[in-house]
């Protein structure tokens, strides 16, 4: 059953027989449902449903981050927000088949489009305690930097398929900082993205993609656990 939100004359959302309405982009769109085929899918088209099913879930813990870091743009028309043109990206130019099993390029990822000069990240790390380490160099300075800069580094744990986003870390004067992971990400392949973004928000840099690093937190609970029982 379809609902009316805005009088006779407004748009609808639901079903209604053999059409469906919904909201595309702001717009109200009514169309007909698809029909159901017999017909067995290409290989092209498996391809590309494949396709579609990993990047939108690699996109679902990271669409408010990157809606809010990308300019709207125009196409034939309509507007695309960011998570729609880092969508079109991954689908063209961010995939591969390794195994036979599709895969993100992490280094072909895009998180955010900006116009602040980032600062140039020497390294990141894991400390002993498993803790990430970041080190930088301020020495990009332009009318557009400001000591009070702030970082932003986001995490993607390839094995849980999951983002973890550390905010306003630090600022550009301070050379380097740390942080902790989420405490639930005990092993995988950790990739690092780094973004700058001004203090009171109003530009941000163009994400940039450092490197992965292996967490494996279960090798040193396993060394603990030998221990104590050794000591008993």
Known sequence: MAEIKEGILG?????????????????????????RSSKAASDAQILQRSKFKIVMAFLKGIQKFVNAHYPIIEVDGDQKIGID???STIMKDGLLVIDNTLQIIPQRVLLSIGVLPPAAIKKVAFLKDHKVKVQWND????????PTDQLIVIAYNDELDAFHIEENVAKREDKYTHFNLNENWTKGNIHFWSVWTAADQ??????????SLVLDKTGVEEDNNANVEAAE
Do not use: D, E
């Not at 109003?202 to 490197?211: F, R």
């Open 139 to 146: 020495t990009i300075v332009n009318v557009l930097t400001q």
């Open 11 to 35: 748009g609808v959302r639901g079903k209604v027989g053999t059409v469906v309405g919904y909201q595309f982009r702001g717009k109200n769109i009514i169309r007909a449902l698809p029909r």
């Open 85 to 87: 043109q880092l969508r």
């Open 202 to 211: 109003s530009i941000h840099s163009t994400s940039i993609y450092h490197y």
